[in-house]
DNA sequence: TATTTGTCAAGAATTATTCTAATCTTTTTC
DNA sequence: GAAAAAGATTAGAATAATTCTTGACAAATA
């Protein structure tokens, strides 16, 4: 349950109604941080709640989104995936298990709001390489 | 022409092919400094040769970029752009014009190769707000 | 209860990208 | 230089993610 209490408290602020689905689709987030994908929920969800639709999933995942309560993250350039995790943090991509992984450095780019004379609403970090424990596999 | 001359050596010694069609992706890329998208850059060599095929321009950027001769960005998760500038760098995209501005910030992320166990072979920051000139326009 | 407003489902439509098979070019071999 | 082989390009079909549309449904309001 974590911090879904606060979620479900913020959203009704904003007047945002909370149907089963949107519930199903921000619970799901919360408690599968691997950063799944429009699919991999449509999948999950499908097996609890049999009737519902990718459709919705997408405009639930919009909702939060733009609600500020999930961040889509682009690493993929051929699907979106997404990430509760409301902090200020960035992403690493294994190319080779193809997990992703938070990663927590403060990054100045990330810190300052402004660029030149340019206002930074929001920054997305991706880093790609080979994690550790693939580099192990490879190694030995 | 710019560092074009350059660019075609190391293709060749690379033994890469130069046909028309390669020259001119790169030499798109390199004079439109734009970060233009696939189809920005099929409409715009359409004119100049009107059989090249869009499957030609993919195979082209696919072959730049695994050459290291260009970058691809997912700055939009809807499509790719490309960038020629090989230096380091992020990118700021702009929410209202839809431009996308070259960041020459030096990031610690960006620099050092490792993070925890993990090799980083590549970074892509992208910074998302409102550039100068848009905001000068809704000022007054 | 009747009305209004907002949400959901299902599938069609759209769009970026990839695949395929045929054609054309270039390179190699003789 | 001609023939064969290898590689590149084309055009269009196929695929896959995402968005749109429309009617059905549910909740909130009067």
């Keep these: 349950m974590k911090n879904m209490q606060e979620r479900i408290e913020r959203l009704k602020e904003k007047g945002i109604v909370l149907t089963i689905q949107r519930l199903a689709v921000l619970e799901f987030l919360v408690e599968n941080c691997t950063h799944p994908t429009v699919d991999d929920i449509y999948k999950s969800l499908k097996e609890k709640y049999p009737t519902i639709s990718q459709a919705t999933i ?83």
């Excluded at 699907?79 to 509760?84: E, G, I, L, M, R």
């Excluded at 193809?98 to 990330?110: A, G, H, M, R, T």
């Design 58 to 140: 997408y405009s639930c995942l919009e909702l939060l989104r733009d609600a500020g309560e999930i961040q889509e993250l682009s690493i993929h350039r051929d699907k979106a995936c997404f990430d509760p995790n409301l902090r200020m943090h960035h992403h690493f991509f294994c190319k080779q298990c193809e997990k992703i992984f938070d990663v927590n450095i403060e990054c100045p780019v990330s810190m300052q709001g402004w660029f030149d004379g340019n206002k930074v609403e929001e920054v997305q970090a991706y880093l790609y390489g080979v994690c550790e424990e693939c580099r192990k596999k490879e190694g030995g």
